[in-house]
């Protein structure tokens, strides 16, 4: 007798219907079964914040809850904040400033901060700290992801912060940071 459990979901806007064992990861349904890899397994213990993504709306660390637990909700991974390949204005602003490195937390780090920006278009910067405390970065670029998120303000915001230009040092370096700010870098060894 399968103790498999059939759940319906709605993912990104895709209504999704998932047979899943009970003790399926939420991480891993959205990595494996929808083929959602931004999300990232790093710790898997719910101290990284890369595997965070949105359940109706609420902020989650998808590596501690359970496939069967989303039943019903609205699931939101980095690959939803996009509109037809055009980054957000978030992820854009990530890519302005260089707030990319091996790109490995960046998913995680932009969904808690769209978190941020949405319950307040204009957090001070402690709101921005306080929003990206559970988010860690190996590569420890935080200020010029504090700078992106400042400058998803409104509009001058952003030139109160300086307008400074990071560019990739390659094409395919810019390549590679754009991708990662939209779907989560390549798998890499973590
Ligand atoms: S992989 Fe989920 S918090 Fe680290
Ligand atoms: S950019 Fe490398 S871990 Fe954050």
Do not use: W
Request: proline letters at 5%; one cysteine or more; aromatic letters at 2%.
């Amino acid at each position: 007798m399968s103790d498999e459990h059939t759940i319906e979901l709605t993912v990104n806007g895709v209504a999704r219907t998932l047979t899943v064992p009970p003790n399926l990861a939420l991480l891993d349904a959205l990595r494996d079964r929808c083929g959602l890899t931004g999300a990232k397994e790093c710790c898997a213990v719910g101290e990284c914040g890369a595997c965070t993504v949105s359940v109706d709306g609420r902020i989650v660390n998808s590596c501690l809850m359970l496939a069967v637990e989303a039943d019903g909700a609205e699931v939101t991974t980095v690959e939803g904040l996009s509109t037809n390949g055009e980054l957000s204005p978030l992820q854009q602003a990530f890519l302005d400033r260089g707030a990319v490195q091996c790109g490995f937390c960046i998913p995680g780090m932009v969904m808690s901060a769209q978190a941020v920006l949405d319950r307040n278009p204009r957090p001070s910067t402690e709101e921005v700290r306080e929003g990206l405390s559970g988010n860690l970065c190996r590569c420890a670029g935080y200020n010029r992801m504090f700078e992106a998120m400042l400058a998803t303000e409104g509009p001058g915001e952003g030139e109160a912060i300086g307008h400074r230009a990071h560019a990739p040092a390659t094409d395919a370096a810019a390549g590679a940071q754009e991708d990662a700010v939209a779907h989560g870098p390549a798998e890499v060894s973590a």
